[in-house]
């Protein structure tokens, strides 16, 4: 079993605003990353560390974290956000091992 | 610009083992800022980190899998790859490498494309 919760799906209207969560112990002390990936191809990073954009990666897209909780907010999706999200971290050991969450379906109504 | 990219069989038998090596060009593998990854994502399933190695051979892998698996790393070739034993059904899956930035920023920044591997007789 994943050590990083997500919620299987979430849907979102056209330009509102939707936050994809991600819940685990190692989130009180080491950042998410998330990755988007669309049918048939690799997953993309979209936000690192604190709240940090790869080059190429609209503002739309941000990240926060409170507590054991990390979350990746779309500020006014549009249709091509459609796409499974995945969140990565540290596992709770604090080692270097790393563990993805089960992943999150965004569909864009 | 990286790249990355994986090779190997698509089709591996039951109980033998899975060889993949993924290429990097366009940049060093002996970078000091970085580890190299493994992850897979079997069909219709999320994603699951294999493992990942440091340019001067330092390891960490996913202890499920970690009695399996073996990643080294050719600096020469710059090159890093992975051995899967005992393979069953249950390691079908599209096989990924990425470069991996470590904290505080950790973060899996450049992917392959992957390749599918198929486990069956």
């Known amino acids: 079993s994943s050590e990083l919760t997500q919620d299987p799906a979430v849907s979102v209207a056209l330009g509102q605003t939707v936050r994809i969560t991600c819940q685990g112990d190692?989130?009180?002390?080491?950042?998410a990353s998330w990755y988007q990936q669309k049918p048939g191809q690799a997953p993309v990073l979209v936000i690192y560390?604190?709240?940090n954009r790869p080059s190429g990666i609209p503002d739309r897209f941000s990240g926060s974290s409170s507590g054991n909780t990390a979350s990746l907010t779309i500020t006014g999706a549009q249709a091509e956000d459609e796409a499974d999200y995945y969140c990565?971290?540290?596992?709770?050991?604090?080692?270097?091992?790393?563990?993805f969450g089960g992943g999150t379906k965004l569909t864009v109504l | 610009q990286l790249q990355l990219q994986e090779s190997g069989p698509g089709l591996v038998k039951p109980s033998e083992t899975l060889s993949l090596t993924c290429t990097v060009s366009?940049?060093?593998?002996?970078?000091?800022?970085?580890?190299w990854g493994w992850i897979r994502q079997p069909p219709g399933k999320g994603l699951e980190w294999i493992g990942s190695i440091y340019y001067s051979g330092s390891t960490y892998y996913n202890p499920s899998l970690k009695s399996r698996v073996t990643i080294s790393v050719d600096t020469s070739k710059n090159q890093f790859s992975l051995k899967l034993s005992s393979v069953t059904a249950a390691d079908t899956a599209v096989y990924y490498c990425?470069?991996?930035?470590?904290?505080?920023?950790?973060?899996?920044?450049?992917w392959g494309q992957g390749t599918m591997v198929t486990v069956s007789s």
């Open positions: 990565n971290s540290r596992d709770s050991s604090g080692n270097h091992l790393r563990v």
């Open positions: 366009g940049g060093s593998i002996s970078s000091s800022s970085y580890y």
């Open positions: 190692s989130l009180r002390s080491y950042y």
């Open positions: 990425a470069r991996e930035q470590w904290l505080p920023n950790d973060a899996f920044d450049i």
């Open positions: 560390g604190k709240n």
